[in-house]
């Protein structure tokens, strides 16, 4: 019967999920644990941030990198990639001597605007540092960030530490929506996996830690330049340089204001037709599989008899359970848990979106720039 086969799969993809992909929803792999000790010689970084229209982020992103109480040599490089709003300006207000700001080029093709901007960063920084700190202009950073970053990639000798910054979580639509964001981008790159020795590489784009000789063996930002999902394309990259590492962290913040449904969903709208190479194919199964996983066991709960209901409500269960102690990590109500298909349909729909506004020619769309066409 179609009913108890459909029981059977979301039942058995809960269980894979729980324990057949590397505990991703433990939550484990933070900057808290493990901390090795720090070297006996800090190593010059160079903080390269990209920064477009973030006049209202950027004083706090800035002095927060001012503010690193780093003992080696360390400075930041602002690229300022043809803001309109005084971004330039606001950073030369801030007075700092780690600062310097950089106006950047017009957009080269073949290129996204941000890899542009980092890779202009990259250049002006040459080879004075031993490492390159890449974070985004909306990132707020904790003092010792820096330290704990160095001090995990020397210990390790590690290509590349990556920090999951902690999402706004504020508004009701922050709420039911950011926590998943981050337990589903787990699920896609378990970080355990990630950290592993070989397989899978990834990274989240707001806080990583490149070592320069690792980045140029690799064929440096360029190598992925038309990359739409950068962070990931880096981490795939630098990890066949050498190990890597990525966890959870409240060192480094992300103040970004995702204040509503409609700001959510073009978020993650501008990219998530990209994560499935622009295949309807992948499309299709994409949804069927969200469908199969989130979707029907709570309809199976609700409407069934029998064993498809038994089955329903232990994958429900099962699912709640699952998404406890990324809820916790947000501080969020255990009772989210029960939302998660709901939630996931909301992200399924703006899979679609991303879809539809790729094959309207307005995919990628970000800060005025439209890049979807680059993955084509």
């Not at 808290?32 to 973030?54: F, I, K, Q, Y």
């Not at 795939?236 to 340089?241: D, N, P, V």
């Not at 409609?262 to 599989?289: D, E, F, K």
Request: glycine content about 10%.
């Amino acid at each position: 019967m179609i009913w108890n086969l459909i029981g059977v799969l979301s039942l058995s993809a809960w269980l894979v999920l729980l324990f057949g992909r590397n505990g991703f929803w433990l939550t484990l792999e933070r900057d808290t644990r493990e901390m090795p000790a720090p070297p006996l010689e800090w190593p010059g970084v160079v903080a390269v941030v990209p920064a477009r229209d973030e006049a209202e982020v950027i004083a706090r992103s800035i002095s927060s990198l001012a503010a690193q109480d780093y003992e080696g040599p360390f400075k930041i490089i602002v690229v300022d990639d043809s803001s309109s709003d005084g971004t330039g300006q606001i950073v030369r207000s801030l007075g700092s001597h780690r600062v310097q700001i950089e106006t950047g080029q017009k957009l080269a093709a073949g290129w996204t605007g941000k890899l542009w901007a980092v890779s202009q960063g990259v250049k002006r920084a040459g080879s004075s540092a031993t490492y390159f700190w890449l974070t985004d202009a909306d990132i707020e950073h904790s003092p010792d960030t820096l330290r704990t970053l160095v001090s995990r990639a020397e210990a390790g000798g590690l290509s590349l530490v990556s920090l999951m910054a902690k999402l706004r979580c504020e508004t009701f639509a922050e709420h039911m929506l950011i926590p998943a964001f981050v337990f589903f981008f787990q699920m896609l790159y378990p970080f355990a996996q990630v950290n592993g020795p070989t397989g899978l590489g990834g990274a989240a784009g707001g806080c990583m830690l490149v070592r320069r000789q690792a980045l140029e063996a690799a064929g440096g930002i360029e190598a992925i330049r038309n990359a739409l999902i950068d962070d990931c394309a880096l981490g795939g990259m630098l990890k066949r340089q050498g190990r890597i590492w990525l966890g959870l962290t409240e060192r480094s913040r992300s103040i970004r204001r995702y204040d509503s449904f409609s700001a959510v969903a073009a978020m993650i709208s501008r990219s998530a037709y990209a994560q499935l190479g622009y295949s309807p194919l992948l499309l299709m199964a994409t949804i069927a599989g969200l469908a199969l996983v989130y979707a029907a066991p709570p309809l199976l709960a609700i409407l069934a008899h029998g064993f498809p209901r038994f089955a329903g409500a232990a994958a429900w269960a099962l699912m709640a359970f699952a998404f406890q102690p990324t809820l916790a990590f947000y501080r969020r109500s255990r009772w989210w848990g029960l939302a998660l298909p709901a939630i996931a349909t909301f992200y399924a729909g703006c899979t679609l979106l991303s879809a539809w506004l790729h094959v309207r020619g307005r995919g990628g769309i970000w800060k005025g720039r439209v890049h979807a066409a680059a993955g084509r």
